[in-house]
């Protein structure tokens, strides 16, 4: 199976390894990630503001790319994946937006045809629960990660703004416990799964991004965690920044440890 991937410029560049974990343990599934060509930043936020155009043309863009080669369009970081799936509801339900869109679109070099919210977009969890099914991936473990007792940590993006992301329960989520369960780990549920890490305030109030993150990891500790894991990039990084009293990895490092594909990662 193949489908278009973003990306995003984190994982090309400082958190590189999460990328080649996420490429190679597709491949292990079957899955063929089809980077996008000439991807863009998608601005690392979604702006409310309904005149705000300009910073989601290459969300557009890629949406457009992924449906002009008839595939889904699959994201690895919490981030990209907020903004180029709100963007693609917003074209799907705001008809002023769209046109605007589509004017702007109209003046590149070489215009692509009207984009109006075709593409399906999954996070690379999705894809794995939704798609590749967690049986499958359950079944192609090779080194199960029997009783470790790992945390999920949501963060604020995975799930929120729940109508629109429609993933899961936003104040009662499964997808990333029963990931775990599939590579034969123990989940632990704790009360700040899904509270914010104080990523995005970190430049203007370090003391309070360092606060929230290490009530994050207090509660994963206090509830018999002995490993946190992310689908957030920034959550990760604040996390280990702050001082987190418990290791903190990205969920395609944990499957690919699983899978049997992680060192050959490293190699490249």
Known sequence: MKVSYYPGCTLRN????????????????????????????CGGVFVAAR?????????????????????????????CHNVIKRTNQTLRTDADFAAKVHNYMAQDPNPIAPYTGETEVYH??????????????????????????IAAYYGCLLLRPGKVMRMDDPE??????DFIRALGAEPVVYPARNECCGGYVVLENAQSAEKRSRTVSAS???????????????????LVKSGSELP?????????EALGVKEESYAE
């Not at 705000?52 to 690895?76: C, F, H, M, N």
Request: glycine content about 6%; charged content about 25%; overall charge neutral.
């Open 248 to 256: 903190v990895v990205y969920f395609t490092e944990l499957l690919a």
């Open 220 to 238: 994963a500790a206090g509830h018999g965690a002995e490993m946190i894991v992310t689908a957030c990039p920034l959550c990760k990084y604040n």
């Open 124 to 149: 690379y969890l999705e894809l794995l629960r939704d798609v590749v099914g967690f049986d499958r991936v359950r079944a192609a473990v090779k080194h199960p990660l029997t009783g470790k007792k």
């Open 51 to 79: 005149d705000e155009i300009a910073t989601k043309l290459s969300s557009v863009r890629a949406l457009a790319q992924a449906r002009d080669r008839g595939q889904p369009l699959v994201t690895v970081c919490s981030a």
């Open 14 to 41: 400082k958190a590189r390894d999460l990328d080649i974990w996420a490429r190679r343990s597709a491949e292990a599934l079957g899955v063929e990630l089809c980077e996008l060509e000439d991807w863009q930043c």
């Open 172 to 177: 009662n989520p499964r997808v990333m416990e």
